[in-house]
């Protein structure tokens, strides 16, 4: 069974940073594309970053700059580098892999001061 399981969030002031992990199970990782997802209050669900098995990365134009997609193909463990965090990057985050319909029970991020 495919599971995902995220972690590393919490309450962070404006300016600072997180590292968000994300462990899979039940798939053959390194065949997948992996995401960032967030979902803040009464929004839709949006893509934040994605890699390919191989390591080519994509983000939102929201995030270019400030965050940094990362994964550990052997370990089956993507993260997320978030530095200069702002109130708007609050969030429950969550991963996925490309054209599974499974997702973890996600980590909240919440930039506050």
């Known amino acids: 069974q495919v599971q995902f399981v995220e972690s590393g969030g919490g309450l962070v002031q404006p300016g600072g940073s997180l590292r968000l992990s994300c462990a899979a199970s039940?798939?053959?990782?390194?065949?997948?594309?992996m995401s960032w997802h967030r979902q803040a209050p009464g929004k839709e669900r949006e893509l934040v970053a994605s890699?390919?098995?191989?390591?080519?990365?994509n983000y939102a134009d929201s995030v270019k700059g400030r965050f940094t997609i990362s994964r550990d193909n052997s370990g089956n463990l993507v993260y997320l580098q978030m530095n200069s965090l702002k109130p708007e990057d609050t969030a429950v985050y969550y991963c996925?892999?490309?054209?599974?319909?499974?997702w973890g029970q996600g980590t909240q991020v919440t930039v506050s001061s």
């Open positions: 890699i390919t098995g191989g390591g080519s990365t």
């Open positions: 996925k892999a490309s054209l599974l319909n499974y």
């Open positions: 039940g798939l053959r990782f390194s065949n997948y594309r």
